[in-house]
């Protein structure tokens, strides 16, 4: 039975319904999580027996309710986050996530409204006032058995589904049933939006617990042919000695592995190493050779990586921001034990942190790439090095901020232009040198500067 409480609002929708000749069940994720003893916060409540006209009278008596949709009507309710809606039928008219005709019918019954779902476990309802489980296709019982399967062959009419079962399967440990698999091998993207295939990877990296069985489900399925980057390191094979994990394919899902037992539940920063764990070996399969002493090596593979990192990100999104933000971790992975090896100086770490932005990502992406080499150990020498050393010049979480201004150019008198910009540039590489700490260093610096190029 499920075991939490719903909240009052919900019980006051359903009792609301109730009155009105109703019935208002809770659906969906809330309910599969619910049975996972799993606390959510998102509630999607379907009202049986009501119109549409009349659902919409009734919940803006008791609540700010905004209608959204055009041709099927859901209602948000301000402040709250519950959406309310009638079961609905959909029809399959085109191509895509978006090729359907959507209506809603309250006099549905449950199994039909249930077939519509994706999966067994996501096809589960509950009577809030009864406490009632309605479970027409034996979602509770996959759960389980921790099993992901899928409601019906409709199914296949939304290609988006596939890359929920991959973050399905890493977020709750679930073994794919092998008709789900077939199933899923005969399903083509359709042209697929990136927004829409972002927020799937996105749930994978911000809640995948199983990683390396998230990206699996891809490569059985066949979809990891839609992200060629990923495809080409199956089977690319890497020094036994320092890799005894095996080929790229399976260190890269070992070290996100490790990545989600560490995460920090911060969503942005999780996201972006989580990305850069992702593509951070993305080089090795156009840089691995064999040398003449038989080593298996892949030279320069950070930097030739950066090509496929970013097609692949901008395969999944427009947003700059992230690109701009993954790609350095990526260049600069290696950097913290060549930085090591030779006993990098101060000046070395300043320009890491102008680079990579945090070090804090990096040494997270280090600490994973580590992790990914079992049964070697995860420990990263480099690593604490890097750490202590960012600290001590408070650049672990940002790269140094420029001491000098424009507005200290002006107050030397200084008209504004183009000059600006080459004179305030070489300020800050003086700066990441060492050759001022402080305001009152960087302006007698700047005297100099001045006086030197007059």
């Not at 009155?19 to 799993?38: E, K, M, S, T």
């Not at 959406?83 to 309250?106: A, C, I, N």
């Not at 679930?174 to 042209?191: R, S, V």
Request: glycine share 8%; net charge negative.
């Amino acid at each position: 039975m499920i075991q939490l409480t719903p909240q009052e609002e919900t019980l006051k929708i359903a009792e609301t319904v109730r009155q009105a000749g109703g019935r208002a069940l809770f659906v969906g994720g809330w309910v599969r999580d619910a049975l996972l003893g799993i606390a959510s916060k998102d509630i999607d409540i379907e009202v049986y027996g009501l119109s549409s006209e009349a659902l919409e009278t009734l919940l803006n008596q008791h609540f700010r309710a905004d209608r959204v949709g055009k041709a099927f009507a859901v209602y948000k309710l301000k402040g709250l986050p519950i959406d309310v809606s009638l079961p609905r039928r959909e029809s399959k008219t085109g191509t895509g996530h978006k090729g359907f005709t959507v209506e809603g019918d309250p006099q549905m019954s449950f199994k039909e409204a249930a077939s519509r779902r994706d999966f067994t476990l996501n096809a589960v309802m509950w009577d809030p006032l009864s406490n009632e489980i309605i479970d027409p296709y034996d979602g509770q019982k996959d759960l389980e058995k921790r099993q992901l399967r899928h409601v019906s062959d409709k199914f296949s009419e939304d290609p988006l589904r596939v890359l929920r079962g991959m973050q399905f399967v890493a977020r709750f440990g679930l073994t794919p049933a092998p008709e789900t698999i077939t199933l899923c091998q005969n399903i083509e993207p359709e042209g697929l939006p990136k927004e829409r295939l972002f927020e799937e990877w996105k749930k994978l990296f911000l809640r995948g617990v199983d990683m390396t069985a998230g990206l699996n489900f891809l490569k059985d399925v066949g979809w990891v042919k839609y992200f060629p980057e990923l495809e080409a390191l199956i089977d690319c094979k890497q020094d036994p000695k320092w890799h005894p994990e095996g080929d790229v394919w399976t260190h890269t899902s070992h070290c996100l592995d490790t990545f989600a037992r560490n995460r920090i539940n911060d969503d942005w920063e999780d996201l972006i190493v989580g990305l850069a764990v992702l593509c951070h070996d993305f080089g090795k399969p156009m840089t691995t050779i064999v040398d003449e002493d038989g080593r298996i090596r892949s030279p320069k593979h950070e930097t030739v990586g950066l090509r496929p990192a970013e097609s692949f990100l901008r395969r999944l999104t427009d947003e700059k921001a992230i690109i701009e933000e993954v790609l350095p971790l990526v260049e600069a992975h290696m950097r913290p034990n060549a930085l090591y090896k030779t006993d990098a100086g101060d000046a070395a770490i300043r320009r890491l942190a102008r680079l990579v932005k945090r070090i804090d990502r990096l040494l997270r992406v280090v600490d994973a790439d580590m992790g990914g080499r079992p049964p070697l150990s995860a420990d990263s020498e480099a690593g604490t090095w890097l750490k202590k050393r960012a600290e001590d010049l408070a650049v672990k979480d940002a790269a140094p901020e420029p001491i000098i201004l424009g507005r200290h150019l002006i107050d030397h008198g200084l008209k504004p232009g183009t000059h600006f910009g080459e004179i305030l540039k070489t300020a800050y590489e003086a700066q990441l040198d060492g050759a001022f700490q402080d305001i009152e260093g960087a302006l007698a610096w700047l005297n100099t500067h001045l006086s030197e190029t007059a």
